[in-house]
């Protein structure tokens, strides 16, 4: 086995600006008001993730589920310790990132995949995939601006999953889409995780963490507050009565 | 669909497949700058494209409107400049504007939009890693798209006079004038497209100086005229002349507008404005060597503002909002 992400004592600290303009500072400095405020939004975070684990990353709003995500995905440096990733590393994160309303679904699918990593060859592959997957049929050739929001989520979601990466980091999931949409992404990250992609999935649907990952790592205000078995992990959220969530739940998992 | 996903070892996992045991383990945030853009070409050329398509797309007459702006343009310059004010001060004087506007606007779009780059496209910098120093370059390979067209009407122009003599040293020096533009143009967009993340009053300013600029450089008036003006104090023209894209601007008339006056041109011309004919007289001393150095300082100064993007770059994505 080998370790796909290792993440090293890691803390980031963002700043809290209270006033905007330079006069809105100096009224406040004048008045003994605060202007700046910081906040750790990751405290000393560590965890090491093998190749092909699947990690469900729980917690409450705020807790910085989304700070670590943008840590694995290189997006943000630490503002104190490391990260390091072994492969490529894509996901659920990005999906429709550079979509333009007034271009068309095909011109927009070979962009979201330049932008994911993808090249010109690798994306004439699996357009076939992608536009099966994404199934908008003749919508394909007109402007994403004329479509409904299920329908872009459902051809930026088609294209996430046919990346072909080592770690796939699934946030935001589901958030629309119709029933059996929602299924067949579920079947689609299955199949990844079954071909030996490490998975992060971040969720607040007990049910399908359950379903979809063999360890689960609970974060509070920043920290590590449990790391280890999924059922140890949902009972320690108090999470374990939801049982009427289901996919429907992770309707709730969308905050970014 | 597994077979999608393997498509050639099927069965075989992600690990193995990948190779995973002898890829590194790498600091994901490591995406390698300027050098890190060059490996993503592919992206890059979509980004432009992107660009080019979005501005003329949903019009009937869609790429021509870049050939449309800049002739109308110059036919404006033609009827204030060659027919309402100052004729026959100046041979082909629209000229004269045009050819100094091609390089001016190319400066100042890659500077403008370089500087609006990053935060235009900030649901892309907020989720993905990427060098972030491309979208500046896209904006101003774009721009760079858009002197295409410029450049065609001006030497149709040249053309048009019926006396147009270019010479190999002329288009030397219209060479070294984009040079010397795209390197600066580059620069800017590049270094502000990180400070305007910072300081969002950037964009102002940038715009302020943006307006400024086409005044400060000899293309709506002579360079002759400026040598007159700054006669009793040679110190001030020194000055003026350290600006470099003065400097492309008078490259840009020595390729194309001086090669178009014709000794009977010159001849017919009035002097009001210091107009003589001949090379020395229209341009300072030395125009080519200064040219080289302005080069060598552009590169330079290209430098720098990777190496201020760098510091500013980490902070990027936490200042987005």
């Known amino acids: 086995m080998v370790t796909s992400i290792e993440v090293d004592h890691v803390s980031k600290q963002f700043h809290k600006h209270y006033q905007r303009t ?98 010109a060859a690798e994306t004439d592959d699996k357009f076939p995939a992608m536009a099966e997957f994404a199934d908008i049929g ?81 974060l509070e205000k920043g920290r590590v507050g449990f790391d280890g078995d999924v059922d140890e992990g949902i009972t320690y959220l108090h999470y374990d009565d939801d049982d009427d969530g289901g996919d429907e739940a992770a309707v709730l998992g969308s905050e970014i | 669909m597994t077979e999608e996903l393997n498509p050639d070892g099927a069965g075989d996992s992600v690990a193995v497949r990948h190779d995973l045991e002898h890829v590194p383990l790498v600091d994901p945030t490591q995406k390698g700058g300027l050098v890190g853009v060059l490996r993503r070409r592919y992206l890059l050329s979509l980004m432009v494209k992107r660009e080019l398509r979005a501005r003329y797309i ?84 774009v721009s760079l798209y858009h002197t295409g067209p410029q450049l065609v009407i001006l030497v149709g122009a040249c053309l048009a006079t019926g006396s147009f003599s270019p010479d190999p040293i002329g288009l030397l020096a219209a060479l070294m004038a984009f040079t010397i533009v795209i390197l600066l143009g580059t620069g800017m967009g590049l270094m502000f497209s990180a400070i305007n993340v910072m300081y969002r009053d950037w964009t102002r300013v940038v715009q302020i100086f943006t307006n400024m600029l086409p005044f400060s450089v000899p293309m709506m008036y002579p360079f002759t005229l400026v040598h007159k003006r700054f006669d009793p104090f040679p110190v ?32 017919d011309a009035e002097t009001d404005f210091g107009f003589k004919p001949g090379l020395s007289v229209n341009f300072p001393s030395h125009l080519l060597e200064r040219g080289v150095i302005f080069i060598g300082v552009a590169i330079v100064f290209l430098v720098f503002c990777q190496w201020v993007f760098t510091r500013l770059d980490d902070k990027v994505p936490d200042r987005l909002i």
């Open chain 1, 138 to 218: 003749d919508f394909m050739d007109t402007p994403v601006g004329n479509y409904s929001s299920g329908m872009s989520a459902r051809l930026g979601f088609s294209v996430a999953v046919h990346v072909d990466c080592d770690v796939f980091i699934a946030d935001e999931v589901l958030a629309v889409g119709d029933q059996p949409f929602k299924r067949k992404c579920m079947k689609k990250m299955a199949e990844i995780r079954e071909s030996g992609v490490t998975l992060f999935y971040v969720s607040h649907a007990a049910p399908s963490v359950r379903k979809m990952c063999d360890r689960v790592i609970v």
């Open chain 2, 58 to 141: 949903g019009s009937k007459m869609g790429l021509a409107w870049s050939y449309i702006n800049p002739f109308t343009r110059f036919l404006t310059f033609y009827f204030v400049f060659g027919i309402i004010l100052g004729r026959g001060q100046i041979p082909h004087f629209a000229i004269h504007l045009f050819a100094g506007m091609v390089v001016v606007n190319l400066f100042t779009e890659s500077f403008n939009s370089g500087t609006r780059s990053i935060m235009q496209n900030k649901s892309i910098v907020q989720k993905m890693p990427l060098p972030r120093e491309i979208f500046p370059i896209a904006s101003m390979l």
């Open chain 1, 22 to 119: 330079l006069k809105q500072t100096v009224v406040a400095k004048l008045n003994g008001r605060k202007t700046k405020d910081t906040f750790w939004a990751l405290d000393d975070v560590t965890f090491n993730v093998e190749q092909g684990e699947a990690i469900g990353i729980m917690g409450l709003n705020g807790s910085g589920k989304s700070t670590l995500l943008k840590h694995i995905m290189g997006v943000m440096n630490p503002t104190s310790g490391q990260v390091r990733t072994r492969g490529r590393v894509s996901g659920l994160i990005a999906t429709g990132a550079g979509f333009h309303p007034e271009m068309t679904g095909r011109e927009n699918i070979y962009m979201n995949a330049a932008i994911l990593g993808m090249t």
């Open chain 2, 236 to 267: 001030l023209e020194h000055f003026y002349l350290f600006n470099p894209i003065t400097e492309a601007v008078l490259l840009m008339q020595r390729a194309f507008w001086i090669t178009t006056v014709s000794p009977s041109d010159a001849a």
